[in-house]
């Protein structure tokens, strides 16, 4: 029987007894980003953040079977509902939908990675980001020369809609993958994408229709949003054709496959639904690699701004004086991988927790991975946490959410396997440069309490004891909702806009707008984006708050290496704002530093970047002042609602940036 609207908000009303300490866009951005539809309901009704919530806390039963006890589960209920701590992003837009039920695993794993040695990575990354995970890949040499070469004879598909094409592509997630590994397969070499290559035709051009694709705008029922049509997917197999044309008879180069995998993101991100973050990890001295991003080189294809681009690098002293070019303003500064510290150590010093087969890491770089490896996270917002004895309970809550979400099946049994085995999380600590002195110590023993509780915790539950537990992530959209400052970082001014993106055809748009907010179309390599608007508002973090325009580089490299030392056995993810002068003290510091103390650093120039619509930009305080006078927080919307289903690496880059 349905309920009405009315007996709902009536119910709601009793429910919501927790004030929601939100930050001033912390509840436009769970409405734009978490709320669903509640099922069964008269006029559409969309979730309230208590709803949510308790979204999440039934699926701990009714799918993860967790097994919390009512006095548990009102306890994880009062953390969420007062922004103490949350489960991941994946977690609240997933959890208790038939996604989970159907996908289990891959639908709430936020960050992937794998090893481009192998046609599979690519059909395999295609996958995983069309199910919404950041996916890292690794493209040194040494792995894209294990790629078969390509076929002499190969030419790109040809796309036929009749019925006498090869394949008609079906109108799912594994038609659009299925079709790139058919292309693949006639590019390897017939049987290399395995069961993928069944259908591949003998000594002819592959052709396929795209028929049965939905039509551009309509709407897809299980992630949300709409379709964006079969153009982007044949433009997409288009160009990864063009590419591999260009090697017949040859093997892939590295900047090769960062060019196809960016495309399979440009795919991805078509349709304003999913996002695509990746990073790409590369040798220090692939020059083609280094200069892929070097946009003042010109003719530089714009598909590339999907991906983060860093370097393995496990000696400093043997990193090229071009890596540093993109440093000086002549393109985005590449981040820096040490994979032999990540292999070596969980916090540092402790070699206890090892991680010997680690080939790389997620788009925002905190979380180590394997081929084929998935993590899961959880969040926690230190500034609003008042005990340690508050944080232990909340970490081990967390823990299990976690743990048991680890167990659940997965459709690629690579994944499941090293998933299964590893058991690894990453529950990470935000607003720490928000936090006091005294929330600030409580890390390093909580991290001690939360390795014996998974002792203790794993034995009696037969799991394996996890190999990581915790993390610290860069934390661009969970860190909204309270208003702390993101991970490590330090706020970025004590007066700046933040910018918003949102789907144009959101009934969110007109509520933004009618709040007296700045909204203007989305700015693209190639002009406007008009399936997508950035709004702006204006923001003000609290006077003790360290601001990057006051901290120096070597400081917040500090900080990286202080909680590295405290609490994540991961990685610490942080982008360090640094200005034009300061490159020579990060040079002379990385010199003495970074060999034993840093798992993964990215840099970005406080200012002067580049970026156009740049997530966060410094204004003055009369700027600040002009623009709140004329605007209204929102506080409550009614049933609008937009589904971005955006997750925390969300447009390619990671949120920080």
């Known amino acids: ?53 308790d979204r999440v806390i039934r699926a701990t039963d009714d799918q993860l079977q967790v097994g919390f006890t009512p006095e548990e589960k009102a306890r994880l209920r009062s953390y969420m509902l007062q922004l103490k701590g949350t489960v991941a992003g994946r977690f609240l837009w997933q959890l208790g939908t038939n996604t989970v039920s159907t996908l289990g695993l891959a639908s709430l794993q936020n960050c992937c990675f794998t090893t481009v040695d192998k046609p599979e990575a690519f059909t395999w990354t295609f996958d995983l980001l069309m ?44 038609g659009w993958v299925r079709l790139l590994g058919y292309t693949l397969d006639s590019a390897f070499g017939r049987g290399s994408i395995g069961s993928a290559g069944a259908l591949h035709p003998a000594n002819k051009v592959f052709t396929y229709s795209t028929q049965l694709v939905r039509g551009k705008g309509a709407a897809i029922k299980g992630f949300g949003g709409v379709a964006s049509g079969p153009e982007d997917l044949v433009w997409g197999i288009g160009e990864i054709g063009k590419i591999i044309e260009g090697r017949r008879g040859k093997q892939l180069r590295p900047i090769d496959c960062l060019d196809i995998m960016n495309i399979i993101g440009a795919i991805v991100v078509s349709g304003n639904v999913r996002r695509s973050a990746q990073i790409a990890l590369g040798d220090p001295d692939d020059l083609q690699f280094l200069n892929a991003k070097r946009w003042d080189l010109g003719d530089i294809p714009s598909w590339r701004t999907n991906s983060n681009n860093s370097v393995v690098c496990n000696d400093i002293s043997r990193l090229p004086d071009a890596f540093w070019e993109g440093y000086k303003g002549n ?86 396997e090293v998933v299964h085995r590893n058991m690894r999380m990453g529950i990470g600590v ?38 990581k537990l915790t993390t610290v992530k860069p934390s661009g959209t969970l860190s909204l909702l309270p208003g702390v400052t993101p991970g490590v970082h330090p706020a970025y001014s004590r007066y700046y806009i933040r910018r918003i993106r949102i789907a144009s055809d959101s009934p969110l748009v007109q509520v933004v707008r009618n709040h007296g907010y700045t909204v203007e179309y989305q700015k693209s390599g190639d002009g406007v984006d008009y399936n997508t608007v950035v709004a702006e508002f204006p923001m003000k ?15 917040q490299l500090e900080y990286v290496k202080q909680l590295q030392q405290e609490w994540s056995d991961n990685a610490v993810s942080c982008t360090i704002y640094f200005k034009p002068s300061e490159l020579p003290d990060i040079q002379s510091y990385l010199k003495d530093n970074y060999n034993k103390s840093f798992k993964s650093l990215s840099f970005l120039l406080h200012s002067d970047h580049g970026f156009a619509q740049a997530p966060l930009e410094s204004i003055s305080e009369g700027e600040y002042d002009s623009r709140v006078r004329t605007s209204r927080p929102i506080t409550y919307i009614t049933n609008e609602v937009a589904f971005d289903s955006e997750d925390e690496c969300s447009t390619g880059v990671c949120p920080i940036k």
């Open 430 to 467: 935000t607003g720490y440069l928000q936090a006091t002195d005294e929330q600030r110590g409580w890390l390093k023993k909580n991290y001690n309490e939360l390795r014996k509780y998974d002792s203790v915790y794993s034995s009696e539950n037969g799991f394996p004891a996890s190999i």
């Open 331 to 416: 393109g985005e500064a590449y981040g820096l991988i040490n994979l032999r510290l990540a292999r070596s150590c969980g916090r540092l010093g402790d070699t206890k927790y090892k991680d010997p087969n680690v080939r790389g890491f997620n788009p925002c770089a905190e979380q180590s991975l394997e081929d084929f490896e998935t993590c899961c996270l959880a969040e926690l917002f230190l500034p609003n946490i008042t005990s340690f004895d508050e944080l232990r309970d909340l970490t081990q809550l967390l823990y299990r959410v976690c743990k048991h979400s680890l167990r659940l099946p997965c459709h690629h049994p690579k994944t499941e």
């Open 541 to 555: 973090v609290p006077e003790h708050t360290p601001i990057a325009e006051e901290v120096s580089a070597i400081q």
């Open 1 to 53: 029987m349905e309920r009405s609207t009315k007996t709902i908000a009536r119910e709601k009303e009793e429910v919501n007894k927790e004030v929601t300490p939100w930050s001033s866009v912390g509840y436009l951005t769970y409405r734009r980003t978490y709320s669903r539809e509640i099922p069964n309901t008269q006029g559409s009704l969309h979730e309230d953040w208590p709803d949510t919530v």
């Open 131 to 174: 199910l919404g995970a950041g996916v890292g890949y690794n493209i040194q040499r040494e792995y894209v020369y294990k790629l078969p070469k390509i076929q002499e004879n190969f030419q790109s598909p040809v796309r036929q809609d009749d019925s006498s094409a090869d394949y008609i592509v079906p109108d799912t997630r594994e």
